[in-house]
């Protein structure tokens, strides 16, 4: 193994599942902007996720349809079937 390889600047973060809104704390090098206070009174960064064990298909064993960003939305609407234009209308 190389030596030196992994970061040492390790610190204690919360982490939030944005889709179930569940949170946890662990310890990353991430940086994060926002801060938020956790259980045992002390403020944390927050890094926000779309997706975590909490609501990943594969770990829930459920199918569940996460939509952030409204993409399912605007999809939708993009290519959903115009009603067709009558004679009366066109006149």
């Known amino acids: 193994m190389q030596k030196e390889l992994h970061p040492k600047n390790y610190k204690l ?3 939030k599942d944005m ?3 569940t ?3 662990s310890r990353s090098t991430a940086s994060a902007k926002e801060t ?3 259980e045992d009174g002390k403020e944390y960064p927050l890094i926000k996720l779309e ?5 990943h298909p594969f770990y829930t064993g459920k199918n569940m349809l ?3 960003a409204g993409r399912i939305d ?3 609407k993009r290519y959903a079937k115009k009603e067709p234009v009558t004679e009366t209308e066109t006149k």
């Not at 997706?51 to 609501?55: D, E, K």
């Open 51 to 55: 997706i975590s064990n909490t609501s």
């Open 23 to 25: 949170t946890f704390l």
């Open 36 to 38: 938020v206070q956790w």
């Open 74 to 76: 605007k999809f939708r």
């Open 66 to 68: 996460v939509d952030t």
């Open 13 to 15: 973060v919360v982490f």
């Open 19 to 21: 889709s179930n809104g």
